[in-house]
């Protein structure tokens, strides 16, 4: 896995690198320039965004278990900062969002569990905004074969995401540590396998509780909607303005793009030429599309890297500390 993120990361940066040179800089410079320092809002009206999906998680919680709202944003922020920037495949900053909480006190199996199904949250909130993005395409009439080739993929991610979810109620974390076990000489193994049981069981009761998961979905696709305040009011601070419907289509179907080409480090390119193809359908040129989408990632430096910063604080003081108990 880390390979194909490297390779990916690798890959996207040249479509990346193309995608601008295709453009040309100065163009784009240019309709950045005449927008001037307002763009820096853009992360402003995102944030509520993810404060929806801190709601969303703290509901996959068992009983009194669930982290309070301020420490489980902070995790969610820079877990979110870790899938961003680094080549995790989207996977290591929900490792390091399960860890965070155990250090803040929450238990480790209720964190791993609940980590295990906000991912699929997340997935299937990833499917009902891609559905809502196809139904605003239809609405729009701006392509009708795209639009049957994106509700197809719909399916696709559907069947996907069941699969995913049959697998973590056959007990996904018991096996894999139970075959891991056989490779693996350590006394301690053993409670590392029980431990896994009782995810797998906690995991198995929160999706039993079909009304807390459907309230989950619920707020993650909310928070996937106010995303679209970004775009709607990037093209308005870059001098063209676009409706809220095709503000809708456009945030939608890129970022579902996007979180499909998870194997690609923050989307490079992909989120690039998403928007160029999807713009066009909106009268939107290349050079502007893709200044929008350029817009969007400012998000990345004022919000996600502090993120990254912050775990890596974290995680020096936590080393410091463990090698100056060891010393003494």
């Known amino acids: 896995m880390r390979y194909l993120s490297y390779a990916g990361l690798i890959l996207g940066l040249i479509l990346f690198t193309i995608l601008i ?17 307002s763009l820096l809002l853009l992360p402003i009206v995102w944030l509520p965004s993810l404060l929806v999906a801190v709601i969303s998680w703290r509901l996959l919680f068992l009983n009194s278990q669930a982290p309070s709202f301020p420490l489980a944003l902070k995790a969610l922020w820079i ?26 006190g929450t238990g480790g199996i209720a964190a791993t569990a609940s980590v295990l199904v906000d991912k699929t949250v997340q997935a299937l909130a990833v499917a009902v905004w891609a559905f809502i993005g196809t139904l605003l395409l239809i609405y729009l009439a701006v392509d009708d074969e795209l639009a049957i ?8 991610l559907l069947a996907g995401i069941v699969g995913f979810i049959l697998v973590q109620k056959a007990g996904m974390a018991g096996f894999m ?16 396998t029980n431990n896994a049981e009782e995810v797998d069981q906690i995991v198995a009761e929160l999706y039993r509780r079909g009304v807390l998961l459907i309230k989950s979905i ?46 690609i480090p923050n989307a490079y390119g992909v989120q690039e030429g998403s928007y160029i193809v999807l713009g066009a359908l909106l009268g ?38 463990n090698g100056y108990k060891k010393a003494s």
């Open 21 to 37: 040179a295709w453009q040309g800089v100065s163009e784009i410079i240019h309709l950045f320039y005449d927008s001037g320092l």
């Open 177 to 192: 540590t139970r075959m891991m076990g056989k490779f693996v000489a350590s006394d301690g193994w053993a409670d590392i």
């Open 149 to 156: 080739a994106a509700m197809s993929g719909v399916f696709v």
């Open 79 to 104: 877990g979110r900062a870790i899938n961003t920037l680094l080549p995790v495949a989207t996977i290591g900053g929900e490792i390091i969002k399960a860890r965070l909480l155990t250090l803040w």
């Open 218 to 263: 619920f707020w993650r696709t909310l928070g996937l909607a106010l995303q679209t305040t970004e775009v709607w009011f990037a093209c308005y601070l870059l001098g063209q303005p676009i409706t809220v419907v095709e503000a809708l289509m456009l945030k939608s179907l890129t970022s579902t793009l996007s979180d499909i080409a998870f194997f």
């Open 284 to 321: 939107l040129t290349p050079d502007f599309s893709l200044a929008v989408s350029l817009a969007t990632r400012i998000r990345e430096l004022l919000v996600d890297l502090p993120g990254l910063l912050v775990w890596q604080h974290i995680e020096a003081r936590l080393l410091l500390g």
